[in-house]
């Protein structure tokens, strides 16, 4: 089965440019999560979705920064404009509301905004 | 809140030996889920193990296990006969029953197998 899908891996982009990331979640998973990760402050979660609606959004640093899930199977996340200290490591995650709701990650999309 | 602390920030192991990495956690809610991830220098999480707060057996995964001391509220998680392979980052982290699914990770801990 494949597993969470994002793209593109690397992104290298100039300050004030659109960056928009994708992500496929695993095949009948109906929550799905964006994480920013950082040497200074770890993983955050940026925002979190259950059957394709923002639920908590309390991450998402500054207006700059927006998601959607437009379908079960797809979700955006998009920063613009971008600037330096947005360079991270984005992950996706998806998980199944049941049992134990564990959360499978996606392989991350390393941002660079020089 | 919900709070999660792994007080290793590096540890180092030999080959073939067991290692315990701890994490301890602060919760209000009765019902949770522990969990650990393993990051590689690759870059992605993998899920390791889960431990739900009502199971009376501690988890187990092949060479992981978890120490699950609820009174404590503690969630060591045990690496027995280590492999080179296992040198990675490995993170803690908890999910209450606020009715979100959200995770609380800890800031992780280095984990050095040597020859």
């Known amino acids: 089965d494949a597993g969470v899908i994002q793209s593109p891996r690397h992104e290298v982009t100039e300050m004030g440019q659109e960056v928009t990331l994708r992500c496929k979640p695993i095949s009948g998973h109906n929550s799905l999560f964006w994480y920013r990760q950082t040497m200074m402050r770890g993983l955050e979660l940026l925002i979190y979705f259950n059957n394709n609606v923002p639920i908590d959004d309390s991450g998402m640093p500054e207006d700059r920064f927006s998601a959607k899930m437009p379908n079960a199977s797809f979700s955006t996340l998009k920063i613009q404009p971008s600037e330096p200290r947005d360079s991270a490591v984005y992950f996706c995650?998806?998980?199944?509301?049941?049992?134990?709701?564990?959360?499978?990650f996606g392989p991350g999309t390393r941002l660079l905004v020089l | 809140a919900q709070k999660i602390t792994q007080t290793q920030p590096g540890m180092f192991v030999q080959e073939k030996e067991a290692v315990t990495l701890d994490c301890t956690y602060d919760t209000s809610d009765q019902s949770y889920g522990l969990f650990w991830y393993k990051q590689p220098s690759s870059g992605e999480m993998i899920f390791l193990i889960y431990?739900?707060?009502?199971?009376?057996q501690n988890a187990t995964e092949g060479r992981y296990s978890l120490n699950f001391q609820k009174a404590r509220k503690s969630a060591n998680l045990v690496i027995s006969a280590s492999q080179l392979g296992d040198s990675a980052m490995y993170f803690c982290a908890m999910r209450g029953s606020s009715g979100y699914s959200t995770l609380t990770f800890g800031k992780g801990t280095m984990l050095l197998v040597s020859p």
């Open positions: 995650a998806s998980s199944l509301d049941r049992d134990q709701e564990t959360q499978y």
């Open positions: 431990q739900g707060s009502y199971d009376e």
